[in-house]
């Protein structure tokens, strides 16, 4: 099977991996190397880095609806195109020219959380489940009919990059055997029920921010959601503090949310519901990461006192 590929970040080089392993990929899109860092320095994509390694065919087009790329990929004539990660809409005359349609792996048991975030979403939603499903695409955002899917436990202490690393797995196999039932003429497509549906918009800076009026399992299950981007923080004395490390305690308290209520090894705060959360490591804008202990040591944070 001829099988051209479209994505971008590291998430989805274990799918071009597998399907570079055991079929014909003619072709590979993924987006342009972008400035980044310091010296904005132009950085490739990490499919890119694949591709090249591997001597694959690839592409960086800015824009999937110019008449170039449309007649690249007719001339190709892929038998499917498989989509993961790619960061770009794909123009509905694009899912039309593989015989076997375009076919995306989404990071979410589908039809919940379609859209931009869905690792984070289920994370910050305290899921205790997530996975992959591979879908039929079609004009709407990860509406398209199921064909496979796959699922995983969330833990406790599963964070967004332990999930990141064990879905980014789990959709290549959920594509390759996808891959093997279109292959058989054993694949079904289920309809996605609407009603069942959510959807992860895409994160903000501002959604980093903690209010000490959630309880405490809320604010550590956006702590283990937002480690990437976009952080945990909080303001005290005009200063961001950023939350590396933390946890719900299984402990109560009667102070209003936010009151600081102890300074000793760590940083324990109280949060609604008489839940307490405990700070074990923090950083300041500029500063680097310690621990609660050494940044109690040159910063005065109060018993009592109240954070914003």
């Known amino acids: 099977m ?22 014909n990929v003619i072709g ?6 972008r400035p980044s860092g310091r010296g904005m320095k132009e950085i490739k994509s990490s499919i890119q880095e694949y591709s090249e390694k591997n001597k694959l065919n ?13 007649k690249l990929l007719k001339s190709l004539n892929p038998d499917l195109i498989i989509v993961v990660a790619y960061g ?8 039309k020219i593989p015989s076997y349609g375009c076919i995306n792996g989404h990071a979410s048991l589908l039809p919940k959380w379609r859209g931009a975030a869905p690792i984070q979403r289920a994370i910050e939603a305290g899921d205790i489940k997530t996975g992959c499903t591979s879908m039929l695409m079609e004009k709407g955002l990860d509406t398209g009919p199921m064909i496979h899917k796959k699922e995983i436990l969330i833990k ?13 797995f789990l959709t290549a196999e ?6 093997q039932k279109l292959i058989s003429g054993d694949s079904k497509q289920t ?11 895409k994160l903000t800076k501002e959604e980093g921010l903690i209010n000490w009026n959630n309880n405490s399992l809320d604010i550590y299950n956006k702590m283990r959601a937002f480690k990437i981007f976009p ?3 909080f303001y005290y004395k005009n200063d961001k503090i950023n939350i590396i490390d933390g946890y719900p305690l299984d402990k109560t308290h009667n102070e209003n949310p936010g009151t600081i209520l102890t300074t000793s090894n760590n940083i324990q705060i109280a949060c609604s519901k008489n839940t307490v959360f405990q700070i074990n490591s923090l950083k300041k804008s500029g500063k680097k990461s310690m621990s609660a202990k050494e940044f109690l040591n040159g910063n005065n944070l109060n018993v009592g006192e109240v954070i914003d």
């Open 2 to 23: 001829n099988i051209f590929f479209m994505g971008t970040p590291e998430f989805a080089v274990p799918t071009l991996d597998i399907l570079n392993k055991n079929y």
């Open 28 to 33: 590979i899109f993924t987006q342009p190397p």
């Open 58 to 70: 690839f592409y960086t087009p800015n824009n999937l609806k110019k008449d170039e790329t449309l």
């Open 88 to 95: 770009l809409l794909i123009p509905e005359v694009i899912l």
């Open 156 to 168: 406790m202490d599963n964070d967004v990059i332990d999930l990141f690393k064990s879905l980014s």
């Open 174 to 179: 959920c594509l390759n055997e996808t891959i």
């Open 191 to 201: 309809p996605q029920n609407n009603l069942e549906a959510s959807y992860a918009h």
């Open 231 to 233: 952080g945990t923080y």
